[in-house]
């Protein structure tokens, strides 16, 4: 499998987590976001939306949207699982990413700060409390939710890791390159400490991908 | 089960489509978010985000986030499918509900409109823009997506109505809401006319709703 990759994109550091979490092996393909690579006409032919990450099958299939590719490695790979085995477990892992990668990342991701910048005329310090704004309230929401989960173990979902985990950390990262509070997130704070030197999550991170900067 | 409904909640309406299309009865339970009942104590202790829907289960377990909501319905009851057979075609079939429910909804929601007009200062006109924008940008990719999709039939999937247009017509709806101009997407506007009169889509149009003003 080819994927369509860019270093700080937290969308595709999520991928980079599953696919080693599953230890599926993957050829890097670079699309670098601040260049405008993923408004070309190579990369619009993946995902009309011009994001990353996109997910070449060896069939030439194209796959675009992380958590749809994660449920995809997930049936065509099952084991290990990243989804808990119980249906409402499962709904609730769901929800928890659906919070990160439909709620936050949205508002805040470059084609948005760009679109305040260039079009709403925001100042860095206005585009800079937006991105505070909408990242704090929601990791506080998640923060709640995780406080609530009915099946923690060593994980937020039982005993291993999984898609809330792969979700959540490439949110802290961009907490951390933002200098957000995270403080208060007591369960958060232990859901990323619990996980972020495993393997899976070091060689996935930003800084270690081929085209860093 | 108890669904936390709101008549012109995009989500909620998703939500609706999906119970209708399976025939699962549920009870419900209006939140209003014009005069702000879902950031109540009782609405945010159902979910923390303050958002609708929120599926309530017969044991008093609550689930939020539509489309974990829509996953849930379909492993607990498959039949008739929501989602298509083969494993590439339910990645496609998520990720043309993601490009909805994680990328155009988030962006135009009410909670974000009234951070632009309340926070950002912005006039009743750059709200707008903002919504056509995100709406119009969308929309257009969203139609190149379903142009490509291998499998259509009758339908975005194939011979039945599933998650694609469930999430697609409460967005049709809002756009026809916004005055967003769909002309040129001939095939997501085949999309729409080929679900539109369908009973389970009919019986959860936001009009028909009890809590509708």
Redesign the interface.
């Known amino acids: 499998m080819k994927l369509y990759d860019y270093w700080r994109s937290s969308a595709a550091y999520r991928l980079r987590i599953v696919m080693n979490l599953k230890g599926i092996a993957y050829e890097h393909i670079s699309v670098n976001l601040v260049t405008g690579e993923n408004r070309s006409e190579a990369h619009l032919a993946r995902n009309?939306?011009?994001?990353v990450p996109a997910l070449e099958?060896d069939d030439g299939?194209l796959?675009?949207?992380s958590?749809?590719?994660c449920?995809?490695l997930e049936?065509?790979q099952p084991a290990p699982a990243v989804l808990p085995g119980d249906?409402?477990a499962?709904?609730?892992a769901?929800?928890f990413c659906?919070?990160i990668?439909?709620?936050m990342h949205?508002?805040y991701n470059l084609r948005?700060r760009k679109?305040l910048a260039e079009?709403?005329k925001?100042s860095a310090e206005?585009v800079d409390r937006?991105y505070a704004?909408w990242t704090s309230t929601?990791l506080?929401?998640?923060e709640?939710?995780a406080q609530r989960l009915p099946n923690r173990g060593a994980f937020l979902f039982g005993d291993t890791p999984g898609l809330a985990e792969a979700f959540l950390v490439p949110q802290y990262y961009n907490a951390n390159r933002f200098n957000i509070d995270v403080s208060g997130f007591t369960c958060l704070n232990a859901a990323f400490d619990t996980v972020k030197d495993l393997p899976a999550f070091k060689q996935a991170e930003p800084e270690v991908q081929p085209d860093a900067e």
């Open positions: 009309p939306l011009g994001l099958l299939t796959l675009t949207q958590m749809a590719m449920e995809y049936e065509i249906a409402i499962r709904a609730q769901r929800a659906f919070d990668s439909g709620e949205p508002l948005v679109h079009e709403l925001q206005s937006w704004h929601g506080a929401a998640l709640q939710t």
